[in-house]
């Protein structure tokens, strides 16, 4: 068990709170760095997805992790991201000029949503994303002047000094970038007055404003900051799938989204990155794990199965998800002999009701 | 004119099957406030369910109905008993995560039940083609029977929870479960049957909508215009869930006719939206503050 014992008040305003820390998450940002190296085609392809994905579980676990509003209508965002990033890509506009365009956009389309969420609570607003979602999909796919419509657009290769990112060294550097900056635009905003306003919203939002936080302007942050990362995912996803279409956008995809931050653990934001690389990785270990299979089953049944008992199980048993399960085993070690079964148990009672908020 | 009465009849006819799905929602939400979003799924396997009794097995349509309900109120039972019940008291978008889980799961199943599959299937029902002419006005007869079920199985809703014990028993445990529990009412086993219930009336809509979607695994996605139904009407409220499903199925029927395509697909939405605009709990919505 480490304690730290703080000497100076810089100490309180550094990223990494000791040594231990900063060299784990050099030696990972070392080996990220390094991955074109030691990593194959196939692996690099997954660590891009997985990096895109990490960026939208940023924005979305600081939206409802960290501000307690449910957001069933992040596709939406991702499509904003992407159909701006497709359109501004096509015209030339250097990368650099497109994804922070994007990025502003999808914050702007970000407040309106968010416009509700001032007067919305739990359901109602999911709901209230839900119908945005669908609306968004559908003009992406009736708008066919702009978005081509359900024949879908190609979006050209990231160009960057005249010379193409091509294959995935260059452009796996460019989302290693964005992630590695999202992260830190998280981890720093959380640590600012901002980012405890958000959190003192999600506990209560009646004490919340009793403590003086204008709930509106932080909602609205709130929802602006998550629509903006969710809008630069959006953007690197079209260039690295090349093809964007409006069923890429569905409320599936939603639900896929906000189940990144379910199983990767509420309210981390390492659980973010973990829950990512789970949405990203489960398919392809069931794509092996297809050729067992008896035949005549639909292998797409298999995977609705395994992810939805997955995310049953882990809501059962690891209600603080993936990183929650780490926490525990960590923590294990350092109070080696002295762990206690409930430590991290939530108080269980018949119902808490959530009517009244 | 007899546009516009068809037009009514359909929309109304549509807006029943959202009503009871709706009406799932609504009493699954009262009692445990948990929001099902496998409501559509469950509607979806209780279809299948009817498909399996009604062309593998040869049996009657009623008889049919009687055993996709009853099949679905055990499942219905026992994803409260295995599922919901363990995680009673964590917090309401995770419960909501785990019934979207519950979903995948129904979805999967059925695509790798054999004999069930990924096809799209037909439930033969008594008043296939048939149409009734009322003054000039051709209304089908498929819709009428609709109308009518769904009219029927409301006021045995409407019978049960007001005039039997375990009914009144149910009312309570939604009012106030520690009341409930103080007045020696086994909250968990009613829970258990509200479920039930649900699935239940689920399995029935899914038997009323068959004729007109057919019988496939997606067809439970019906299930997220239901959503805007219950909101619309205000999520905790039986008559705001039948009354909304009603104005959904409506909307979408004149939205259908008289707007350009696309705007049936989202004309629930932009319903749900407006309310929640106007009113954020929904026409019938109770409106509560805490008090702190």
């Not at chain 1, 997954?46 to 409802?64: D, K, N, P, R």
């Not at chain 1, 081509?148 to 193409?164: D, I, Q, S, T, Y």
């Not at chain 1, 990767?264 to 398919?283: D, R």
Request: proline residues 4%.
């Amino acid at each position: 068990m480490r304690f730290i014992f703080k000497t100076t008040y810089e100490q309180d305003l550094r990223l990494f709170r000791h040594g231990g820390q900063a060299f784990w998450y050099g030696l990972l940002l070392a080996a990220l760095v390094t991955a074109p190296l030691w990593a194959g085609e196939y692996l690099m392809t997954q660590l891009v997805f997985i990096a895109i994905y990490s960026i939208v579980g940023f924005g979305l676990m600081m939206l409802t992790g960290f501000t307690g509003q449910v957001s069933l209508g992040h596709a939406a965002f991702l499509a904003v991201g992407a159909y701006t990033e497709a359109l501004l890509a096509a015209r030339g506009v250097p990368v650099f000029v497109s994804l922070p365009a994007a990025a502003l956009l999808t914050a702007a389309v970000g407040v309106i949503v968010g416009l509700p969420a001032l007067r919305l609570k739990g359901i109602y607003l999911a709901i209230a994303t839900l119908a945005f979602n669908v609306i968004v999909e559908e003009i992406a796919a009736r708008w066919e002047s702009v978005t081509h419509g359900n024949a879908g657009m190609p979006v050209a290769p990231v160009k960057l000094f005249g010379r193409e990112l091509e294959g995935d060294g260059g452009f796996y550097y460019l989302c290693l970038l964005a992630a590695v900056l999202a992260c830190l635009a998280c981890v720093n905003l959380l640590r600012s007055p901002t980012g405890r306003a958000f959190v003192a919203i999600r506990d209560s939002e009646v004490s919340a404003s009793s403590m003086g936080v204008n709930l509106a302007k932080y909602k609205t942050i709130s929802f602006a900051f998550s629509a903006a990362l969710t809008g630069i995912a959006g953007a690197l996803y079209a260039h690295k799938v090349g093809f964007i279409s409006p069923e890429q956008f569905s409320l599936l995809v939603s639900i896929e989204l906000i189940t990144i931050v379910i199983l990767g653990g509420v309210g981390f934001l390492h659980g973010a990155v973990l829950g990512a690389a789970f949405v990203i990785v489960l398919p392809q270990v069931l794509s092996i794990a297809k050729d067992w299979l008896p035949e005549g089953m639909a292998p797409s049944g298999l995977q609705a199965v395994v992810f939805g008992i997955i995310l049953v199980l882990v809501i059962i048993f690891e209600p603080m998800g993936l990183y929650g399960r780490w926490l525990k085993i960590r923590t294990w070690f350092e109070l080696f002999p002295f762990y206690r079964r409930g430590m991290f148990r939530r108080q269980r009672s018949y119902l808490k009701t959530e009517r009244l908020r | 004119m007899t546009d516009l009465a068809q037009l009514l009849v359909a929309g109304i006819s549509s807006g029943c099957v959202y009503a009871l799905v709706a009406l799932g929602f609504v009493l699954i939400y009262k009692a445990t406030e948990t929001v099902n979003f496998a409501q559509g799924d469950l509607m979806m396997l209780g279809a299948f369910f009817a498909l399996t009794a009604s062309v593998m097995l040869g049996w009657p349509y009623w008889a049919t109905i009687v055993f996709a309900v009853t099949v679905m109120a055990v499942v219905g039972m026992a994803i409260e008993r295995l599922v919901i019940r363990p995680v009673l008291g964590q917090p309401a978008f995770t419960v909501v995560m785990i019934t979207i889980g519950i979903g995948y799961v129904m979805r999967g199943v059925v695509t790798m039940v054999p004999g069930w599959g990924t096809e799209t299937y037909q439930i033969p029902t008594p008043f296939a083609e048939a149409v009734l002419p009322v003054g000039g006005v051709v209304l089908p007869v498929q819709q009428l029977a609709v109308i009518a079920m769904t009219a029927a199985l409301c006021a045995a809703l409407y019978l049960f929870f007001r005039f039997t014990r375990i009914g009144v028993a149910m009312q309570a445990t939604s009012q106030n479960q520690l009341a409930a529990y103080y007045m020696g009412i086994p909250v968990r086993r009613v829970n258990m049957m509200i479920w039930g219930l649900s699935a239940g009336v689920a399995a029935f809509a899914g038997i009323l909508l068959a004729p007109v979607t057919f019988v496939h695994s997606n067809m439970g996605f019906i299930g997220l215009k239901a959503f805007p139904a219950a909101v619309v009407g205000g999520f905790g409220s039986v008559p705001g869930a039948i009354v909304g499903g009603l104005i959904i199925g409506v909307v979408e029927a004149l939205a259908g006719y008289y707007l350009p395509e696309g705007f049936k697909d989202v004309a629930a939405y932009v319903v749900v939206l407006v309310v929640l605009m106007i009113r954020p709990s929904g026409i019938f919505g109770e409106t509560m503050r805490k008090k702190v």
